[in-house]
């Protein structure tokens, strides 16, 4: 069954009052850190923070109500701070909802079909290339809160990386150094809070202590409720209103191809964090379970004013920390922020900009995976280096819905030529030594063990035989003139449709040059994908064996009935050309 949410799963085996109680304090305290990330990601995103704190609430609540995974915590996240921004900035707040979503449709699709499980193929250094480039870019759009820098009401800083930097570059002479201050304290307070309490993260810490300090010293630095030009807004949080959004099918291309985008690294990260999470307490996520609950938040947030929404690894890893192991705690949660939404939002206002830029930050840095980014660096093959820093800097210079197909099609090339070099064919005398490097004798097929008559080949294949293949295997065969070739397939693990193709080619020059085909060591795969296209039926099962010690007395028979045969003809040849010759000489007699 593709669809089997935990919370369901949970209830049938028997939901405590212990465990209640340990899921109410992880989903307290998971509720109240998330209050201060989900303003800081909308606000980053550039959306209003209401709508990131009704994406926490609403879409935290359908993850957890459907969630594969029993701890997984669900809401605006980091990663798409800059996919939600470029969308905002091209498409209008319209265009993000409605792009959002056709994401959550698709993250649904994908769940119910089952592809959940596909996810993971998506290479390493891909994931790693982009999420270092998301942090970088979340770094750069956090300066003008970091720095304080300010400019006339109505310019805005351009998306592009580079013009973005030569334009704070421009304004760095408007620097605020108390805005400096207050971020340095942000970052201050999240690094050394674990070493208070592992429990809460220093995220919630920072925005207490940083509001605080700029409340009682008056410092002048930009709040929520203040904008760039230290304008004063009025911020009103309330009950989330339902409302249809409007969909421009003039623009649907470009609103569709965001929203590929939006549920590719929805799932990528959702799943991720129930990886983690099942790492940390020993339990085992349904992928398509999860995908279909991130499908279904993402296709109700956006009636209510959200944005996309996916599984949060932080928040997650905060949940299991303080005792949550059931989808209730995700649910508490949800009803925590809410109520403190509610009755204390108004106080969101006095949050400093800078304290939020503190925090995302650290977010960016702990997203880069700097260590690991560094490692593989140091130590993968070229190939690799070249994908992750081909899809980091199609990241940071480009855009997102870019560096992900860059990177994939990168990856997927470099990976068809790896399978290319791991393949091989060609006569097998050089090579059964170096089987086994100890003892050759180990392998008691080596061919050195056997005599092969005279007139047969044997060729071995190696690895898969697909179609970035064929080309060896045409080259390792070409010209060969012989009455039989064996071809061993023992450690060909698999067959495509180009080495079906390639292989009657060599069938029908058999035919032409009478020679004949044996096949030894067929797997599984290689056999079913020959017989459906009919190539065993050529061949002919009496032509194909277990190993070579069958097929070789075989061979041996085939060669000495084609040469019993050649001998016959040659004789007959022989003959009716001396008879020939004998009427030649009589008519000659009988003329003279």
């Not at 012989?482 to 020059?509: A, F, K, Q, W």
Request: proline share 5%; with cysteine.
């Amino acid at each position: 069954m593709v669809f089997q949410p935990q919370l369901w799963a949970v209830l049938r085996e028997g939901y405590t009052l212990r465990q209640f109680f340990n899921d109410l304090i992880a989903g307290i305290i998971v509720g109240v850190v998330a209050l201060p990330l989900a303003i800081a990601f909308a606000l980053a995103s550039g959306v209003s923070v209401e709508q990131g704190l009704y994406t926490a609430i609403i879409a935290g609540f359908i993850i957890s109500l459907f969630s594969g995974s029993r701890v997984q915590i669900g809401g605006p996240t980091g990663a798409f701070i800059v996919i939600v921004y470029g969308i905002v900035q091209v498409q209008g707040i319209q265009g993000l909802w409605a792009a959002t979503f056709f994401a959550g449709i698709l993250l649904a699709i994908m769940g119910f079909s089952g592809m959940g499980n596909l996810i993971k193929y998506i290479p390493y250094p891909v994931t790693l290339g982009f999420t270092a480039g998301i942090a970088v870019v979340i770094a750069t759009s956090q300066a003008p809160e970091l720095f304080g820098f300010y400019w006339d009401d109505g310019i805005k800083a351009p998306s592009e990386f580079v013009d973005k930097i030569l334009f704070f570059y421009e304004h760095s002479d408007t620097i605020n150094f108390w805005a400096i201050l207050i971020s340095a304290l942000s970052i201050f307070i999240i690094l050394i809070s674990p070493k208070v309490t592992a429990r809460v993260p220093g995220s919630l810490f920072a925005v207490v202590i940083c509001t605080l300090v700029v409340m009682f010293f008056r410092l002048p630095v930009d709040t929520i409720g203040q904008t760039v030009g230290h304008v004063p807004t009025e911020l009103k949080i309330g009950i989330p209103q339902f409302a249809m959004p409007e969909i421009d099918w003039s623009k649907i291309s470009p609103i569709f191809s965001a929203a590929v985008t939006i549920a590719m690294l929805g799932a990528i990260e959702s799943l991720l964090s129930a990886v983690v999470a099942d790492g940390m307490i020993g339990t085992k996520h349904s992928s398509n379970t999860e995908l279909v609950a991130q499908g279904v938040a993402n296709i109700v947030v956006p009636f209510f004013g959200g944005i996309p929404a996916t599984g949060a690894i932080a928040r997650t890893a905060t949940n299991i920390r303080n005792g949550g192991r059931t989808p209730v705690a995700g649910l508490i949660h949800a009803v925590v922020l809410f109520v403190i939404v509610l009755f204390f939002g108004k106080y969101a206002a006095k949050i400093p900009l800078a304290a939020l830029a503190g925090i995302l930050i650290m977010v960016a840095i702990n997203m880069s995976q700097y260590c690991l980014f560094y490692k593989v660096i140091a130590r993968a093959p070229k190939s690799d280096i070249a994908v992750m820093v081909l899809t980091f800097l199609s990241t940071v210079f480009l855009d997102l819905t870019i560096a992900i197909p860059v990177g994939l099609i990168l990856a997927s090339f470099l990976f068809m030529r790896r399978m290319e070099g791991m393949f091989d064919a060609g006569s097998v005398d050089h090579r059964l030594y170096k089987l086994c490097d100890d003892d050759p004798d180990e392998d008691p097929f080596a061919l050195r063990l056997f005599e092969v008559p005279e007139g047969v080949h044997v060729y071995e294949i190696y690895g898969p035989f697909f179609f970035g293949a064929a080309s060896k295997f045409q080259a390792a065969l070409a010209g060969i003139k012989c009455r039989v070739i064996i071809l061993r397939m023992r450690n060909m693990p698999m067959m495509d449709l180009t080495g079906v193709s390639v292989l009657e080619e060599l069938l029908g020059r058999a035919a032409k040059c009478n020679m004949t085909i044996l096949l030894t060591g067929v797997k599984a795969q290689p056999m079913n994908v020959m017989t459906k296209y009919g190539v065993i039926e050529k061949i002919g099962k009496q032509h194909i064996f277990k190993t070579i010690v069958e097929a070789l007395p075989v061979a041996a028979e085939i060669v000495e009935q084609e040469l019993t045969i050649e001998k016959s003809q040659s004789k007959i040849q022989s003959e009716m050309l001396n008879s020939e010759c004998g009427i030649k000489d009589f008519d000659l007699k009988t003329v003279n």
